[in-house]
């Protein structure tokens, strides 16, 4: 049916006013006539005082008429009679004749009524709603009545009409009492302000539904809901509720009003299911479900549907049975049962509505035109107990609220005549006249209204919602195949969270013995495996939120509670322990004195001692050839230099502190400087002396002992002046590295700046080059040992040993990069130690012969060549 078809039937139906001459607008306004151009029956009415609607889903399924545009359509036909509600509208009757009877309420009036029919669809309901306000009928008379005395409506019990029937009403503040309508939308006083109920706010009932999937541990289910703002509040509430719950929707889908097959039942693992509808819609859903023949599925029943007697045949047992469910407060009507006997063809023979009733209760006709083949009806026909849809009285529930209802208006109307003059609740303080009760007083004595009926407190409270109170039932067989609706607890909204629900699980009767829902097998489960600490739930794409793996946590982080939705970094100097369920201190790493840094420092001292060694040897030979052509001077202050070179290394080993980090790359520096500085002296003194002998060079005097000390003193000062400012400007300091490796704490000496640090390497490069370039030229210089030969090998060795330290160096993890650099000063300090003192070692202690002058200068062939 579309939006515009809707308008058409509307406007069709109510067009108020019209005039019967078309042109007598023009000439005589006085002339117009006022008439309703259709009418809309009431099932039933009775004058009084003040007149109280009452709205009825009294069938449950809609004929549309055909239009064609050649014709006024005709009303929307009504199909599918609900004798459940023909037994509230009958409940509504009783409750006024009731009042009406009494001495102590309302005493000196009468209530009057009128019942309409909605069939549950807003179209009928908006005619319903306006026929209401409207008047009764089209009489012939050629001007319109007043309005009926309308004081308040008790309608609906969909959720959707009640919010149409509210604000149809509203600027009339007529108010609105609901006995089935449990959204939660409507609640809101700004939209609502003169909707009232006696049914709990399904708020409370989506509450209820959570605790119970949480009590029977069901984690993986589906919810159906229907294409109504009950359904749709109803599951938005329930989805808010089981959000911190383990709860786990597996699907979710609309049972539509055109139904079509659902097909998510048979396919999803879900067994258990929730379902916010009417059986209005559950019809169709049962009639699709029991043809595809699926059982095992646990039920979840909202209220609107828990209790409609029309699934208690035998025939839905297998597929229903040991549904579970929140049904409304059930209450005693002492008079009901006697009451519904009185309603018969004989009594209201004019009624179609009751005729509607026999035919559906007995398969009757009512009439000669119907089919032939189905007996007519007497109207003498017996109610019985299998007619249970319209006498089903041991338990009322919905029948009990729209009793209730009726009751909260008439209290209401009392307590507005028990005003006194004076302290009125109304303005300049006066009360409402009994003769001309507005509607809008009605609505707030409403809001004040308390009153006892059958041992239960009835009032509202400031949204206008009643206490919440729900009975959980369980469909059971009955003796005779039937479902019975067996109370096995209770939930009480009005008591402290956590205590609301109280259950007999002993007197519960399971569907297929259905105690456990699960999820597919390759996913887990809150109720079937927790994430332990140390993981944490990874929720997979495609898949329902609830349905997770259980991972490790991330490299750095853990987690230390079960269920965990995420893991938690350490602090900075903290790491997890293996099993990532708690921050333990970082282990803290530096070269110290384990395997490592004794071998380094072992190699070291034997280092040092062996260049100590070689000192002695060179001073107790002082005096021989090899050491005195070799500038004695200059060979000790390598030798001491190297010592140092040696001794320095050791500095890199322990934990750094600002003075060894300082001392470190000083030391190293200035040492090995004042080592090339020596071996730059000694090279330019051997290409000296050779010069020297040539006739007119008289260098030598350039190279005195003087100024090789001033050479070796001005080359070392550079390297003091660039470590000077280096330590000024930004000087290496203990630094704890926690990104290389983010398990360990690396304590290292940070080089502080950069530029110096290179600096003070670059020009210990340059001292090796300039040494190596002079020592190469001077390499095929005459004479048995020339010592420029040693110095290019042990620059060949000193630069081969720092141009692999600098990859190295910077590729080392954490502490190897300060064994690395001391490997390369005890390497480079070795290479200069063998190849430029082990060959004279070697000639002074094991071939003294050859440690003469003449062999070193080479005459000693040409002497013995000449005798």
Not at 598 to 623: D, E, K
């Amino acid at each position: 049916m579309t939006l515009l078809s809707d308008i058409i039937l509307f406007y069709s139906f109510f067009v108020v006013p019209v005039l019967s001459d078309p042109m007598s607008s023009v000439t005589s306004p006085s002339s117009s006539l006022c008439r309703l151009q259709n009418s809309f029956q009431p099932g039933f009415e009775a004058n009084g005082d003040f007149i109280i609607g009452g709205m009825f889903p009294l069938h449950f399924n809609q004929e549309m008429p055909d239009l064609n545009n050649t014709y006024r359509p005709p009303p929307v036909k009504c199909n599918g009679f609900d004798p459940r509600a023909f037994r509230w509208a009958q409940t509504m009757k009783l409750a006024v004749e009731e009042i009406n009877q009494r001495t102590d309420l309302l005493p000196d009036h009468v209530l009057g009524y009128k019942l309409f029919d909605s069939c549950g669809y807003p179209l009928t309901g908006q005619r319903a709603a306006l026929s209401l306000l409207n008047g009764p009928s089209t009489d012939g008379s050629s001007t319109c009545t007043g309005a009926a005395p309308l004081l308040a409506v008790i309608g609906e019990s969909s959720s959707s009409l009640s919010v149409m029937l509210s604000r149809i009403l509203q600027p009339f503040k007529i108010p609105v009492i609901s006995y089935f309508s449990s959204c939660a939308c409507l609640s809101d006083k700004r939209k609502y302000p003169n909707f009232f109920r006696v049914i709990p706010n399904d708020d409370y009932q989506v509450k209820a539904i959570a605790q119970l999937l949480v009590h029977f541990n069901w984690t993986w289910v589906g919810l159906l809901l229907c294409e109504r703002d009950y359904g749709r509040f109803a599951a938005e509430g329930l989805l808010r509720e089981l959000k911190s719950t383990k709860v786990c929707v597996a699907y979710q889908e609309i049972i539509p009003l055109v139904y079509n097959q659902l097909r998510v039942m048979r396919t999803s693992s879900a067994k258990v299911v929730v379902v916010f509808s009417a059986e209005v819609e559950m019809i169709p859903l049962l009639r699709d479900y029991m043809k595809q023949n699926i059982t095992g599925i646990q039920w979840i029943a909202s209220e609107a549907w828990v209790t409609a007697s029309v699934f208690t045949g035998s025939k839905y047992y297998p597929y229903l049975g040991g549904t579970i469910g929140l049904g409304i407060r059930k209450g005693h009507i002492p008079r009901l049962s006697d009451y519904l006997l009185t309603v018969n063809p004989q009594v209201y023979p004019n009624n179609p509505l009751v005729k509607e009733l026999w035919e559906t209760l007995y398969g009757c006709r009512s009439s000669l035109s119907s089919s032939s083949h189905v007996p007519l009806c007497t109207g003498q026909e017996p109610l019985l107990e299998q007619h249970s849809a319209f006498m089903n009285t041991s338990s009322p529930r919905v029948t009990y609220n729209v009793y209730k209802a009726v009751y909260a208006i008439a209290h209401s109307l009392h307590n507005l005549f028990l005003c006194q003059p004076g302290p009125g609740p109304f303005k300049n303080n006066t009360c409402a006249q009994r003769n001309n009760v507005q509607p809008w007083q009605l609505q707030h004595s409403l809001q004040e209204v308390a009153f006892k009926i059958s041992g239960e407190v009835v009032d509202f409270d400031q949204r206008g919602d009643s206490i919440p109170y729900y009975d959980i039932i369980n469909w059971q067989r009955g003796v005779d195949g039937s479902i019975e609706f067996v109370n096995v607890g209770l939930f009480d909204g009005s008591k402290p969270t956590g205590k609301e629900l109280v259950i007999q699980e002993d007197r519960i009767v399971w569907a297929g013995h259905q105690r456990e829902a699960s999820c597919s097998h390759d996913l887990l489960l809150p109720d079937l495996v927790i994430c332990l600490p140390g993981t944490r739930k990874a929720i997979r794409k495609e898949v329902p939120v609830c349905c997770f793996d259980c991972i490790p946590c991330d490299t750095g982080k853990i987690s230390n509670e079960t269920d965990s939705v995420d893991c938690t970094f350490c602090p900075e100097d903290f790491w997890p322990n293996p099993n990532r369920t708690v921050c333990i201190p970082k282990k803290v790493e530096y070269l110290a004195y384990d395997s490592l840094g004794i071998a380094l420092m072992v190699t070291s001292v034997v280092g040092a001692c062996a260049t100590i060694a070689t000192f002695a040897v060179f001073f107790y030979h002082r005096n021989t050839a090899i050491v005195r052509v070799n500038n004695a001077e200059l060979s000790f202050f390598i030798l001491l230099s190297l010592v140092l070179c040696f001794l320095c290394s050791l500095v890199f080993i322990g934990e750094p502190t600002t003075w060894s980090c300082m001392l470190r790359h000083t030391a190293f520096s200035i040492t090995f400087s004042l080592c090339f500085s020596c071996i730059l002296g000694k090279t330019l003194v051997v290409l000296a002396a050779f010069t020297a002998t040539r006739p007119g060079h008289n260098i030598m005097k350039w190279l005195g002992p003087k100024q090789q000390r001033t050479i070796i003193f001005s080359c070392t000062l550079v390297q003091v002046v660039i470590c000077t400012a280096w330590l000024i400007d930004a000087p290496p300091a203990p630094f704890r590295n926690t990104e290389y490796e983010h398990s360990k704490i690396i304590l290292e000496c940070s080089v502080g700046s950069s530029v110096g640090f290179w600096c003070v390497l670059g020009y210990i490069g340059l001292q090796a080059c300039l040494s190596f370039i002079l020592a190469f030229l001077a390499r095929k210089l005459p004479g048995n040992f020339n010592e420029a030969k040693f110095i290019t090998f042990s620059m060949l060795i000193f630069c081969a040993v720092w141009l692999a330290f600098i990859p190295a160096y910077v590729s080392s993890p954490g502490n190897y990069s300060d064994a690395v650099e001391s490997f390369a000063i005890l390497a480079s300090s070795f290479g200069l130690l063998f190849c430029m003192f082990a060959p004279k070692c070697y000639i002074i202690l094991l071939k003294p012969e050859r440690n003469t002058k003449q062999h070193l200068m080479g005459k000693e062939n040409k002497s013995h060549a000449v005798s």
